[in-house]
């Protein structure tokens, strides 16, 4: 059996046309078994305040899902009759599954107190999912899209995150005390998402340092995976998958999907066989 993982920033549901369209976002990924999606917003303007995780699910009925929206604002709360109607703005990351997702957790990533450009907080969802090929976590990423150095410190947060997952442990331990079984312990992991960076690029170097501790298992240089709505040039490679050396060595090819139109960015496959 080959498990098919795709990541894919799904710019709020926005495509090349301009428009708003969930269903061509699902449909051009749906025969995934694991999705990562960056750029998942509830309550923003730019889609009219479209709940898209709950519109992901209602598209995906039998796959298993979580989110994290480490960009979490007010955007016009009010007492309305006697009630509180709460108006935000969330912005982050999402997992889907086609096997139940065991844990779950939301990661901040550290940043600056940018102001003379727009600076979300970023965050890394962690999926840890009871595959067929055994436990793997998934990490769905969205780094900085403007600061190289944010970017970097970013990169370094994230990586001690994730491998120091198995001796800190996940979202819980110790859950015996209930009557459960303890969550399996998973050495390997995927990085999936939007980086924000070029292979060229130092950041690009920090993430595949020469440790070896992480691998980019995605498509060669020349597959760009990004596109410029107005100008279509250039176009830029910024989503990958990044793995541990094991799992890297179960990986298969790897390919962009150059043909969708539901976001600026196009959907990166993965395949693990082994």
Not at 75 to 101: E, L, Y
Not at 157 to 168: M, N, Y
Not at 215 to 238: F, G, I, M, Y
Request: glycine residues 8%; aromatic residues 8%; proline residues 5%.
């Amino acid at each position: 059996m080959t498990i098919k993982v795709v990541t894919y920033n799904i710019q709020f549901g926005i495509g090349l046309d301009g428009a708003y369209d969930l269903e061509r976002i699902v449909d051009a990924v749906r025969d995934a078994d694991v999705i990562a999606f960056q750029e998942v917003t509830r309550g923003f303007m730019r889609n009219q305040g479209r709940d898209m995780v709950a519109e992901i699910e209602a598209l995906l009925p039998d796959r298993f899902t979580v989110h994290h929206m480490p960009a979490d604002i007010d955007f016009g709360s009010r007492v309305a009759d006697g009630k509180a109607v709460q108006t935000r703005f969330q912005f982050g990351n999402m997992v889907v599954s086609r096997w139940p997702i065991l844990s779950s957790r939301g990661h901040l990533l550290p940043r600056s107190a940018r102001t003379a450009s727009l600076n979300l907080q970023r965050g890394a969802l962690e999926a840890l999912i009871d595959t067929p090929k055994g436990p793997i976590r998934f990490y769905s990423v969205h780094l900085d899209h403007i600061d190289p150095d944010e970017r970097l410190g970013q990169i370094e947060a994230l990586k001690q995150i994730a491998f120091s997952a198995p001796r800190t442990g996940t979202a819980v331990t110790g859950i015996g005390e209930f009557g459960y079984s303890e969550l399996p312990i998973a050495e390997d992991f995927i990085l999936l998402g939007d980086f924000n960076l070029e292979p060229d690029l130092a950041e690009y170097r920090a993430v595949v340092s020469e440790d070896g501790h992480l691998v980019d298992v995605t498509a060669s240089d020349s597959e760009w995976s990004w596109t410029d709505p107005e100008k279509k040039q250039p176009n830029k490679r910024l989503d990958y998958g990044f793995a541990t050396p094991a799992l890297a060595e179960r990986m298969g090819e790897a390919r962009v999907d150059q043909s969708a139109r539901g976001s600026d960015h196009m959907p990166v496959w993965m395949q693990i066989n082994a």
